[in-house]
């Protein structure tokens, strides 16, 4: 299997699990590689001090764990920090969060980031939510990205991978359909049975991509969704490993 939505550093409101639990539960659900981008950069004001930092943590576990930027497109010489995370940091696929970074899908700034993805071909990926608002601190509550800004997002730029992360069932519908062909969502929010087999039906298994969401969400619950579920076995390689190998070129 491969996660493509994981995350290790601090998380300011509770503790969380780090590296050495995440390479544990790695192995026992048999998950071979995973995308990790930095937890702390969610709150650090500038994100590349969060990337930085995830670099150095991963060093000698490149060979399963593969490192994407969380870039802040809003914040002074951001570009100068994406090209560090490319060439200096080896990093595969970005991360956004504009609801926490507090900046729009529309904003034009993000044309540079998306012609730099084009042009390597990388993901980019945008956190629609982190946390269930009943267990986010009660003075600090962030809304979700809405579904329809990421569909959006996805057909200003039909020539990058987008892959919305923490969508809800239900939700990838509410990105327009249909879908643009480079929208992608992770499995880490859907919640309940039948919601992964309607997914495939309705979208195809190319669309969907195995996501924990760990240290957040619960890894073994996730990696259940994905190998407990009806599906047929070349749909359930697709969405356990097999499109995210193919996004990264793997």
């Known amino acids: 299997?491969?996660?493509?939505?994981?995350?290790?550093?601090?998380?300011?409101?509770?503790?969380?699990?780090?590296?050495?639990?995440?390479?544990?539960?790695?192995?026992?659900?048999?998950?071979?590689?995973?995308?990790?981008?930095?937890?702390?950069?969610?709150?650090?004001?500038?994100?590349?001090?969060?990337?930085?930092?995830?670099?150095?943590?991963i060093a000698t576990h490149r060979d399963r764990l593969v490192p994407f930027a969380v870039i802040r497109p809003n914040f002074a010489d951001w570009m100068s920090d994406l090209r560090i995370c490319l060439d200096a940091h080896g990093m595969k696929g970005v991360v956004l969060y504009p609801n926490y970074h507090e900046f729009e899908l529309t904003d034009?700034?993000?044309?540079?980031?998306?012609?730099?993805?084009?042009?390597?071909?990388?993901?980019?990926?945008?956190?629609?939510?982190?946390?269930?608002?009943?267990r986010q601190y009660r003075h600090y509550k962030t809304a979700d990205t809405p579904p329809t800004a990421i569909g959006d997002f996805a057909r200003a730029y039909p020539k990058v991978a987008v892959i919305a992360f923490g969508l809800k069932s239900g939700q990838p519908q509410l990105a327009g359909e249909p879908l643009p062909e480079n929208f992608y969502f992770d499995t880490s929010n859907y919640e309940f049975l039948g919601d992964l087999e309607f997914a495939v039906e309705h979208f195809g298994a190319d669309r969907v991509l195995f996501g924990s969401n760990y240290p957040l969400f619960n890894p073994r619950a996730n990696v259940d969704k994905v190998r407990c579920a009806p599906l047929e076995d070349a749909d359930r390689q697709a969405i356990a490993a097999g499109n995210a190998m193919r996004l990264l070129d793997m």
């Open 108 to 134: 034009p700034a993000l044309a540079a980031l998306m012609a730099t993805a084009e042009e390597l071909r990388f993901p980019v990926c945008v956190q629609a939510g982190l946390e269930d608002p009943r």
């Open 1 to 57: 299997m491969f996660d493509i939505n994981a995350k290790l550093g601090h998380w300011p409101y509770r503790p969380v699990r780090g590296l050495d639990a995440l390479l544990h539960a790695m192995d026992e659900q048999g998950v071979a590689h995973a995308a990790v981008s930095s937890l702390s950069a969610v709150h650090f004001l500038n994100p590349q001090d969060g990337n930085d930092e995830l670099v150095k943590l």
